[in-house]
């Protein structure tokens, strides 16, 4: 009999029965299901089981926490259930069916944004800055910018866009086709390469296509195949609808043929149909009919803001703009505004101004998300930088890095965005020029409207704000707010005769850095100390040190966690950053392996902390006596070297 079959079997019982259990796997802390009826899962009964720690429901996934012996737990439950277990990533793929629609699209889109967020993040930082110094005329009595009035500043606006044209012209859509390639399983090199056919120096520029006059496409700028069979060369600078769809179709397409050609002239042909094809239906297909419904959006946009509804279309245009930017038709926007400014009496535009305001919504919602998640320090490494682009105008990191992967916060700054909207069009609000968004953009607006826009402003700031946080308080996971640990566990056996002086050693630091109090940790299974009392470390440096003499339980492929059994018989665990499992070992250079026998201060792993950094992930690592000792932290705030002892105290 099994140390966990009696847990195992009422579990079972407790969750709805095998019948309810679409699939189940463990990690260092938790048992997880995917059940087919979350609701009949009884959450106080198993939370009374005396081996669960307690329980949470995130991503369509019932989580329910065991310890560091989950591994023995699991095999128990999978004894007692009959029931084979799968792999973490294909839970979490189950687990989309406990999810509408709606949440589904928005899985998909944050599984292939994940991987681009970083990059979307710095780029609208150095955008947002950029708008400021050389778009916003604050000198020469308001008729001259920073770049215009020194040269330094001019050649470090020049400069720093090499890295926003990287980023937001070229990289996006490039990054999408390679991202949705490696989610769908296919080639990625063969995604880069469609990405690249999109934003092809040899095509006319996203960005300059709407004002491009119909006599000016031809000859340089069609593909001309004869007769009536004739394609305009249009970039997708920006651009996510349309790549998503080239990449779609490369993905489907490479599926199709490695299932219908021989293996043997696969390499071939294979790669050759595949890009061939998709590239044709990119720019032969999809891309006409992404900017015929451009094109019929900037009409009714040019419709609405000069006519007599122009209350009811500021409300509509305020909400929807936001999803406009996600397909990246709203560059039609921008030769709207020009329009608008050259042809009308005012010469001004109404337009301009709700896009600066519904780019201070969804900062705004950023913003208290970041207030939601104070404790997930792996959230606020995106929260903080891409509100703060968001503010100076830039969106996307905002949108695709928070708002859409949490939807409601999303929601709010649109309905924050419309209600803005109201007020900055009832009041006839307009802006002598455009491209300074975000808050500067109050700059870009005639002197006489600064104070009604500022009204509206404060809106934009307020109802996204205070609707996110009042939403969040009730939505957000306890998970969501403190992060989450992803791990696996091993069981070894100790046969090692130790010294007295083994046996009676005293704790040491296991890295150089600041030690920090377990509720720093953001992870609620360690901030809460549901495995066990412990300390915790900030690293300064990448050497990670045996805290104690005795044999390694615990030894991960990915080297993100040490298990040791000391020479006094006392449980530790040792997890190196958050979330870093997902890194599959990049990073990590581990020194020991599952059953060796280690000295105090052997180094265990050697690690690349600011390769982790850079990937998103936390680098606070937690010390955890997972066999119930309690410990009291005697330095918290303080930096320490490693090998150093008197930082705990043993109950």
């Not at 079997?9 to 009826?37: E, P, Q, W």
């Not at 020469?140 to 770049?147: A, I, N, P, V």
């Not at 769809?245 to 397409?253: I, P, R, V």
């Not at 990191?397 to 924050?416: D, I, R, S």
Request: charged share 15%.
């Amino acid at each position: 009999m099994g140390k966990f079959e009696k847990d195992a079997k009422l579990l079972l019982d407790y969750v709805g029965g095998k019948s309810n259990i679409g699939a189940v796997s463990h990690c260092v802390t938790r048992m997880r299901f995917v059940l087919n009826d979350p609701k009949a899962a009884d959450v106080k009964k198993i939370e009374s089981l005396p081996s669960v720690k307690g329980t949470f429901t995130n991503a369509g996934q019932f989580q329910v926490i065991i310890g560091n012996e989950v591994d023995l737990f699991y095999n128990d439950f999978a004894a007692v259930s009959g029931i084979s277990g799968v792999s973490k990533a294909d839970v979490k793929q189950a687990a989309k069916g406990n999810q509408n629609p709606l949440q589904r699209l928005m899985s998909n889109l944050a599984e292939i944004f994940a991987p681009l967020i970083p990059a979307i993040v710095v780029g609208g930082l150095i955008l947002g800055f950029r708008n400021i110094i050389d778009s916003v005329y604050m000198f020469g009595d308001g008729t001259q910018t920073l770049t215009q009035i020194s040269a330094f500043w001019a050649g470090v606006d020049k400069f720093l866009w090499i890295i926003g044209e990287a980023v937001f012209h070229t990289g996006i859509p490039v990054g999408i086709c390679w991202s949705v390639q490696k989610k769908m399983g296919g080639t990625e090199m063969l995604g880069i390469v469609l990405g690249l056919t999109l934003v092809s120096g040899q095509l006319v520029n996203a960005y300059a296509v709407a004002g491009m006059a119909p006599d000016a496409w031809a000859p340089d700028h069609v593909w001309n195949f004869g007769g009536a069979l004739s394609f305009r060369m249009i970039g997708y600078q920006a651009q996510v609808i349309p790549a998503m769809m080239a990449a779609f179709t490369l993905a489907y397409l490479e599926k199709f043929f490695k299932k219908v050609i021989p293996s043997v002239v696969s390499m071939i042909f294979v790669p050759f149909l595949s890009l061939l094809l998709a590239v044709m239906a990119a720019h032969f297909v999809l891309g006409p009919i992404g900017w015929k419904l451009g094109s019929w959006i900037s009409a009714g946009v040019y419709a609405g803001i000069t006519g007599n509804f122009r209350l009811v279309f500021a409300a509509i245009f305020g909400f929807f703009y936001a999803p406009l930017v996600i397909t990246g038709l709203h560059h039609m926007s921008n030769a709207i505004d020009l329009q608008l400014i050259a042809d009308t009496p005012t010469h001004g535009t109404m337009l301009w101004p709700m896009i600066a305001l519904s780019n201070i919504a969804q900062g705004s919602a950023v913003f208290a998300m970041s207030i939601l998640q104070k404790k997930n320090a792996k959230a606020q490494e995106v929260n903080i930088p891409s509100g703060i682009s968001c503010w100076l105008g830039v969106t996307e990191p905002a949108m695709f890095g928070v708002n859409l992967k949490y939807e409601f916060p999303f929601y709010c700054a649109m309905t924050g965005s419309a209600l803005a909207a109201l007020i900055s069009v009832g009041f006839g609000c307009e802006a002598a020029a455009i491209g300074v968004g975000g808050i500067p953009g109050i700059l870009s607006m005639k002197p006489q409207y600064w104070g009604i826009w500022a009204v509206a402003m404060l809106v934009a700031i307020v109802v996204p704000f205070v609707l996110t946080y009042i939403i969040g308080k009730k939505k957000l996971s306890e998970e969501d707010r403190n992060g989450v640990v992803e791990a696996e566990t091993a069981e070894t056996e100790e046969t090692h005769e130790y010294t007295d002086a083994e046996k009676n050693e005293e704790f040491t630091a296991v890295v150089t850095g600041k030690a920090l109090d377990l509720s720093e940790v953001p992870d609620q299974v360690f901030s809460q100390k549901m495995m066990g009392e412990g300390i915790a470390f900030d690293p300064a440096d990448g050497k990670i040190y045996a805290p104690y003499s005795g044999q390694v339980t615990v030894a991960f492929p990915t080297g993100h966690a040490y298990g040791i059994r000391t020479a006094s018989g006392k449980e530790v665990l040792i997890h190196i950053g958050m979330d870093t499992v997902e890194l599959n070992g990049k990073g990590f250079n581990g020194k020991v392996k599952q059953g060796d026998y280690v000295k105090q201060g052997q180094l265990l792993t050697e690690v690349d902390l600011d390769y982790i950094k850079s990937q998103g992930k936390s680098v606070i690592t937690p010390v955890i006596f997972t066999d119930g000792t309690k410990v009291e932290v005697l330095k918290k705030d303080t930096e320490v070297t490693a090998k150093e002892a008197d930082l705990i105290k043993l109950g």
